[in-house]
């Protein structure tokens, strides 16, 4: 494009400069054929860019033919507008008579109208001038190549100002689904939109039980994500909502098993308050809804729900391959609940349809000592029945095991108290070294290089050499020197006042943090030293500072230092 050309349209001048005219320009090209950007865009596409509404009314008073133009991606002026916000242009470009209800409906490379880039950029004021020419709900509203309608775009954005103009014009439900099969109503729930969600279900009600590509209906959604006050509506209207099955023919869940996977038990009791009988229902496993929360790892939510009257009898109800919830916490290795361990139900011995008890899917798990405290729960579950039938089963390989594991774990405990010994004795040569830093540091502090002023001046008790940026970074380095050897103490304290024993079930995670604890103090002692060779440094160099040879030297014999903590570091 002429450069003179793109810079008018750019600027939006219309002024005759020397041997440029804006009519000539025109009239040239349209005889010739019209210049374009590498993108495409003529010269209406680029005074639609920058907002230039005078400029775009007098080229197409010129030429028209320009309105309806597309770039490389298929865009007319009115998307670039209407994707930016140029609302002044926007209404210029539908000032036309005869031309724009064509121009709004004009497509580009993925199908989205001006309708879908006003949508998705958020621009009300030009969805309001483009839904005036839209009254047609049937071929105004098409969806584009990802089956986005200009609807579901302000949906799933949350954009409820243009939802609402778009459900005023758009009368019937028609072209509701987007991708995935999902309605507008899917998405807004899916984005936790509630007021679009509300403005949709007002609009539509059986949208609620239209299903998705995976099964799922709205209100399966609504439970997932956890918004109570939706559900409570959607089943104050339909109560049959809530039994509908979400998933494939062969692999399916519930509305109960949503909430119960998800551990809410507030959604659950929105549930049972609408639908009481609920509770009963399986999914394609046959699992109940204790399955689930077990097997997600919601232990409180099963102490919560383990109040309810009903819970007792799904204790040991059994899913399609016969296993009881206490089956599938032995098999995930997690913690039995207290209230499964007392509960009288889960006492009963209970096999599978491979013939195994709790016990015996615990013990095919490898020796861990979870799996040692598993094992125990299960047994002080089942009694000496479950025990027994294990010594019968596996007479030598799990005796063996556990006596394994418990001569394991008394080397590791050896182990880790001879490392403890290890790691006290050097923090005692720590603290000492880290007391000394601070000891210097504080002092050094009080009696700064170079002195104080004492005469009678207005700075009077500040320090002479307090402009000079050595000096400065004397002060921030001793500082951090003192600083991060007061925190490698206070951490040894800590660690001093830690208890050592290894051997109780409580602590056996805690070593972990004993080391963890030595290494940050050891850090913070090695940046401790770091910033005292500096201190020293910088004040050496401020208080030598007009002897230029002198204060080098220091600097060279201080870096001296640094080199040497390298070299320990890398081949020690």
């Known amino acids: 494009m002429d ?25 040239r090209e349209e005889e010739n054929g019209y210049q374009v950007t590498p993108k495409g865009n003529t010269i209406l596409h680029v005074a639609a860019l920058f907002g230039q509404r005078g400029f775009v009314g007098e080229v197409l008073k010129i030429t028209p033919v320009l309105l309806c133009y597309k770039n490389k991606k298929n865009e007319t002026a009115l998307h670039i507008a209407a994707n930016l916000g140029r609302s002044e242009v926007v209404s210029e470009l539908l000032s036309l008579g005869g031309e724009e209800t064509i121009l709004v409906r004009m497509t580009d490379d993925i199908g989205d109208t001006a309708l879908h880039k006003a949508v ?20 105004d509203f098409p969806a584009n190549k990802a089956e986005e309608t200009p609807l579901y775009l302000a949906a799933e ?79 104050g209207w339909k109560k049959s909502l809530a039994y509908l099955p979400a998933g494939s023919e062969n692999d399916w869940t519930t509305t109960f098993h949503i909430a119960a996977s998800e551990g809410d038990m507030l959604m659950i009791y929105v549930l049972l308050n609408r639908c009481p009988d609920c ?24 102490s919560v729900f383990y109040g309810s009257a009903f819970c007792n009898s799904l204790v040991d109800e059994a899913d399609n391959e016969g296993n009881t919830p206490l089956h599938l916490l032995a098999a995930s290795g997690d913690n039995v609940p207290q209230m499964i361990l007392d509960n009288p139900r889960a006492k009963k011995m209970a096999f599978n349809k491979q013939n195994q008890t709790p016990l015996d899917i615990a013990l095919s798990r490898t020796w861990t000592r979870k799996k040692e405290k598993l094992v125990r729960d299960i047994c002080s579950i089942n009694g000496q029945l479950g025990q027994r039938d294990f010594m019968v089963k596996r007479k030598a390989e799990p005796i063996g095991n556990i006596q394994q594991m418990k001569e394991d774990d008394d080397d590791k405990a050896k182990r880790v108290k001879i490392e403890i010994e290890k790691f006290i004795k050097s923090s005692q040569l720590h603290v000492v070294v880290a007391t000394l830093i601070m000891t210097v540091t504080f002092a050094a502090g009080f009696t700064l290089p170079g002195g104080l002023y004492s005469d009678d001046s207005p700075n009077k008790g500040m320090a002479i050499l307090l402009k000079r940026a050595a000096f400065r970074a004397f002060v921030i380095s001793d500082v951090l020197a003192f600083s991060c050897s007061a925190g490698a103490i206070f951490i040894y304290f800590f660690l001093a006042n830690m208890d050592t024993e290894y051997d109780e079930e409580p602590k056996r995670d805690w070593f972990k943090s004993f080391r963890r604890s030595y290494i940050i103090a050891g850090n913070l002692q090695l940046w401790a030293m770091a910033a005292v060779v500096v201190a020293f440094v910088t004040g050496m160099y401020a208080t030598l500072e007009n002897s230029l040879a002198l204060a080098v030297s220091v600097c060279v014999i201080g870096s001296v230092s640094f080199l040497m903590y390298f070299s320990i570091f890398f081949w020690v």
Request: overall charge negative; aromatic content about 8%; proline content about 4%.
């Open 3 to 27: 450069p003179r050309m793109y810079n008018a349209a750019k600027k939006g001048s219309t002024m005759e400069d020397g041997d440029f005219s804006l009519v000539d320009y025109l009239k």
């Open 279 to 302: 509770w009963e229902m399986l999914n394609s496993n046959g699992q109940n809804a204790l399955h689930v929360a077990l097997l997600n790892g919601h232990e409180m939510f099963v």
């Open 120 to 139: 998705r950029s958020g621009h009300i004021d030009i969805v309001r001038m483009l839904m005036k020419l839209l009254l047609d709900p049937e071929h």
């Open 157 to 235: 954005s949350g954009f409820h100002d243009a939802l609402i103009e778009i459900l005023n014009v758009c009368k019937e439900p028609t072209y509701v689904t987007g991708p995935s099969n999902r309605t507008p109503l899917h998405a807004a729930i899916i984005q936790e939109h509630t007021e679009c969600v509300r403005s949709l279900w007002q609009w539509n009600k059986p949208l609620c039980e239209e299903l998705d590509r995976w099964g799922w209906n709205s209100l399966h959604y609504a439970v997932k994500q956890g918004l109570k006050q939706i559900v409570s509506d959607m089943l």
